[in-house]
Structures are given as structure tokens and as C-alpha cells.
């Protein structure tokens, strides 16, 4: 029985230092980003910093679930989706602002900017390869951070595309995508968060 205990000790606390570190990561660049995407004009960043700071939202919800039960969990879950489909709509939103309004993207600060995000979601994506098969909860947090990678990818595209045709439009493009995939990547988390509950007992 001791020993069960210890192992269970072990694993939380790896869990929590994992967790830790994507945290700080991706609030870091939850701010690096969305100060960047004002400065650059750019809806492509300023979704993806709402991306990294849902993620750092789910995190911390992570790490407050770990211990927890497993109905606890599946609620954190359910919340983390939450807030995921509200940050998306509300990308959603900012787009079509700024295709009314207009913007004037720079692109190197997009490349530059999406670049810095893709190294550090890569290394958190490694660092959470272990969980993705823990609670719904830490699923989550692997699902999220492999959005923003996709995401990254993306802003870097567009970014090459803003800089070539000298043209918003591909920047609102991946603006709009970004923020389709992050609601798409919610209604996966409240699925699963759903099918959690089911089995923990409402």
C-alpha cells in the first residue's frame, strides 16, 4: 500500500513540475505575443497569444486538478473547454473588427514573433508527450499546445504571404482559422470532458 502511495506521489509531482514549466512558458508568451501583435498590427499573433494564454489557463487548472477526483477533473476539463470556445469566438470577432476597419500587418514581426512560439510550444509538446494518456484534464493541455503549434505554423505562412503580395488578407486568414481550430480543439476537450462525468457519476 506504501508503495502505491509513494508511486502516486511520484507521478503528481512530475506532473506538477511538468505543468509548471508549460505555464510559465506559455504565459511568457501569452504577453511576448499579444504585445507583439499590437505593435504588428497582426490578428494571426494576437490570436495565437490568446491561444498560449488559454493554454496557461489550462494549466493551471491542471495543476489544481492533479489529486483531485476524477469528477473534479472532468469539471476542470469542462471549464478549460469553456474558456477555449469563448477566446476562439472572440478571435472570430477581432477578425472581422479589422476587416472593416483595416490593418496594416508587418510581417517580419510576424515570422519573427511565430518562430520564438513554435520553439516553445515544440519543447512544451515534449515535456506533455507523457500526460496526453493521463486524466481528461491533462489531455487537455496537450491538445492545446498542439494547436498552437499548427497555429505557429500558420502565422509564420501567412506572415511570408503579408510580406510577398502586400496584402492583410492572408493575415486575416489565419486569424479566422486560428480561431475556427481553437473552437474546434474545445468542443473536443468538452467531449471528453462530457464522457468524463458520464463515467465519474453526476
Not at 512544451?124 to 491533462?138: I, M
Not at 499546445?145 to 506572415?159: E, F, K, P, Y
Amino acid at each position: 500500500m506504501s508503495d502505491c502511495a509513494c508511486h502516486h506521489d511520484a507521478k503528481n509531482a512530475q506532473e506538477r513540475r511538468i505543468l509548471k514549466i508549460a505555464l510559465a512558458l506559455n504565459a511568457a508568451m501569452a504577453v511576448i505575443g499579444g504585445i507583439a501583435g499590437w505593435i504588428a498590427d497582426s490578428t494571426g499573433l494576437l490570436a495565437d497569444a490568446l491561444d498560449m494564454l488559454s493554454d496557461a489557463i489550462a494549466y493551471t487548472i491542471g495543476l489544481v486538478a492533479i489529486g483531485r477526483a476524477a469528477r473534479f477533473k472532468a469539471n476542470a476539463a469542462l471549464l478549460s473547454g469553456s474558456v477555449l470556445l469563448a477566446l476562439g469566438l472572440g478571435v472570430l470577432a477581432e477578425v472581422g473588427r479589422r476587416v472593416v476597419h483595416g490593418a496594416e500587418p508587418a510581417s517580419s514581426w510576424m515570422i519573427g514573433t511565430a518562430l520564438l512560439s513554435l520553439v516553445v510550444n515544440v519543447t512544451v509538446l515534449r515535456l506533455l508527450a507523457p500526460l496526453k494518456t493521463g486524466g481528461v484534464h491533462l489531455r487537455a493541455t496537450w491538445l492545446f499546445t498542439r494547436a498552437d503549434v499548427v497555429a505557429n505554423l500558420g502565422v509564420i505562412l501567412a506572415g511570408g504571404l503579408v510580406l510577398w503580395l502586400h496584402s492583410p488578407y492572408p493575415d486575416f486568414m489565419i486569424g479566422t482559422l486560428i480561431g475556427l481550430y481553437v473552437i474546434k480543439e474545445s468542443f473536443e476537450i468538452l467531449r471528453d470532458a462530457r464522457r468524463a462525468r458520464q463515467g465519474a457519476g453526476t
